[in-house]
């Protein structure tokens, strides 16, 4: 996959690639990680990249051509179908679903905004999908980018240690992940369940769907009514808030 960040703080978005999970895999050729900086595609002496908003008020808008050029730039080095994505409060809000989705294209560009925003005629005609991280505000998009960047990388093929290790992820059914345990058996008096001790994968399956589904209800019960729970979902539901109330 070839990823692009078009921003003004290239220093700052380039430090992803450089560790964890999203640095493994450009380490292993799975990823090309491209930057650009809109500054690049000024032409004074200033490097101005902003200006004053038409019809007044607080702040400076990110001028059309600098950051025009500069998404062109990176598109043209990129493999084609890799989609113009602006980090922004009036996107669809990131999940999951947008994560696998993004993650089986060939390459995506982020631009990640500053100051009031940017020139709407700019997203008009060079940005092809908003996509936002929440209902709240940052002082710009590149700390947005990175995060959809490590959610997206981290489904892709050959990148985790095992590959199941994203299957299992929180969200991947709808659901919040199951508890997990490591060694030792006991700590300050609290054991590991005993299920997960007794080497029987079937009931270690079972205990960890029931607990997936009862950790959903009790602290996301909206993602619980998104899902059409099937016979066997409920009964293991039913099954972990009888226990709660025990």
Known sequence: ????????????????????????????????????????????????????????????????????????????????????????????????????????????????????????????????????????VLSGGEIAAMAVIDAVVRLLPGVLGDDESAVQDSFMDGLLDHPHYTRPEVIEGKRVPEVLLSGDHAEIARWRNKQALGRSYLRRPDLLGKLNLNVEQQALLDEFLKEQSQ
């Open 1 to 136: 996959m070839h990823v692009s960040i078009v921003s003004l703080f290239p220093e700052m978005v380039g430090i992803i690639g450089e560790y964890g999970v999203v640095g493994r895999a450009q380490d292993r050729g799975l990823i090309t990680l491209d930057i650009e900086n809109p500054r690049d595609h000024t032409t004074d002496a200033h490097r101005s990249v902003d200006d004053r908003p038409y019809g007044g008020g607080p702040g400076m808008v990110m001028k059309f051509e600098p950051v025009a050029q500069a998404l062109d730039s990176v598109l043209a080095r990129m493999p084609a179908g890799c989609p113009r994505v602006y980090l922004s409060p009036q996107g669809e809000v990131f999940d999951q679903a947008m994560a696998k989705r993004l993650a089986a294209l060939p390459g995506i560009v982020f631009l990640a905004g500053r100051y009031e925003g940017i020139d709407e005629r700019l997203i008009e005609t060079h940005i092809d999908e908003e996509i936002s991280l929440g209902d709240f």
